[in-house]
Nanobody, 125 residues
Framework: QVQLVESGGGLVQAGGSLRLSCAAS????????MGWFRQAPGKERDFVAS????????YYADSVKARFTISRDTAKNTVYLQMNKMKPEDTAVYYC??????????????????WGQGTQVTVSS
């Protein structure tokens, strides 16, 4: 069993930056693909970014390309999401996810079998 705990959310002005962290415990997740998803009020959960088990491959939603960066530190069992040039439409609850079924970056939420509890990110205009 893998437990995921997100942190780093908060309130930021448009154009600002935040870095989210996702700490994994319970099992080694070094061979798991990892992802970030987000859900705005009244909307479905959307894919944001994913990273392969090795960290060599990443995949981003078009809406965050060139602004967000996903990375992982296997020694610390932690995945990060660096968010720059933030926009009000980035406001959402952000969820970390892990896939024991996939080693490569994947955008589909159905490919992930472990989820964190979420962290709120609010971008003011």
């Amino acid at each position: 069993q893998v437990q995921l705990v997100e942190s780093g959310g908060g309130l930021v002005q448009a154009g600002g930056s935040l870095r989210l962290s996702c700490a994994a415990s319970g099992r080694t997740f070094s061979n798991y693909a990892m992802g970030w998803f987000r859900q705005a009020p009244g909307k479905e959960r959307d894919f944001v970014a994913s990273i392969s088990w090795s960290g060599d491959s990443t995949y981003y939603a078009d809406s965050v390309k060139a602004r967000f960066t996903i990375s992982r530190d296997t020694a610390k069992n932690t995945v990060y999401l660096q968010m720059n040039k933030m926009k009000p439409e980035d406001t959402a609850v952000y969820y970390c996810a892990a896939s024991s079924w996939n080693t490569e970056a994947t955008y589909s939420s159905t490919n992930y079998n472990y989820w964190g509890q979420g962290t709120q990110v609010t971008v003011s205009s």
